[in-house]
């Protein structure tokens, strides 16, 4: 038991850590829950253990909102980071975007620097229904794969084709 405990508030958007103070957190006596926002991000979660299980029979380790420590030493939050064998580094990471014009561009643009400070080569991008094509031009620059989906039920199978598509071919070539 410690006397001095330290709290540490976590954002679901840019997965930053930050202190009651840095926070500035206005505590609420009532709280209100969006039902569909809930159960979109349920379903969404549903999903992606639906990819993860997948992934595992090909013998692809994956994790849901995993983490990754960057060369800046600040540990990167992905919808999705991928592990061949036993390699502590990942091979891949993805990260889902639903796409909503206002933010789209600086959700595109924290992933591409995540990945930088992370130093993964292989960067997935899963959009729904889809991107500007302004995006698609930043995607490209920057070597990211797209996956673009009509719907959340395309995630499993198209996010599993895409990852199974880069491990083949990261690893046929290494053989």
């Given at each position: 038991?410690?006397?001095?405990?330290?709290q540490f508030y976590k954002c679901l958007d840019c997965g930053k850590s930050s202190t009651v103070d840095e926070s500035r957190i206005?505590?609420?006596n009532e709280y209100v829950f969006d039902v569909d926002k809930l159960?979109?991000?349920?379903?969404?979660?549903?999903?992606?253990?639906?990819?993860?299980?997948?992934?595992?029979?090909?013998?692809?380790?994956?994790?849901?909102?995993?983490?990754?420590?960057?060369?800046?030493?600040?540990s990167h939050t992905f919808s999705l980071v991928a592990h061949a064998g036993k390699l502590e580094q990942p091979f891949l990471v993805a990260d889902i975007i639903e796409t909503d014009?206002?933010?789209?561009?600086?959700?595109?643009?924290?992933?591409i620097g995540k990945c930088i400070d992370s130093r993964i080569e292989n960067k997935i991008i899963v959009a729904f229904p889809n991107l500007q094509d302004d995006l698609r031009e930043?995607?490209?620059?920057?070597?990211?794969?797209?996956?673009?989906l009509?719907?959340?039920?395309?995630i499993t199978f198209e996010l599993v084709k895409s990852v199974e598509?880069?491990?083949?071919?990261?690893?046929?070539?290494?053989e």
């Open positions: 038991m410690l006397d001095d405990i330290d206005l505590l609420l159960s979109s991000i349920v379903d969404l979660d549903t999903y992606m253990f639906s990819v993860i299980k997948e992934l595992d029979k090909m013998g692809i380790k994956a994790v849901h909102q995993g983490a990754v420590m960057g060369a800046s030493r600040i014009q206002r933010t789209d561009k600086m959700r595109l643009l924290s992933f930043l995607i490209n620059t920057n070597g990211i794969m797209l996956v673009e009509r719907s959340r039920e395309d598509e880069i491990y083949h071919k990261v690893y046929r070539d290494k």
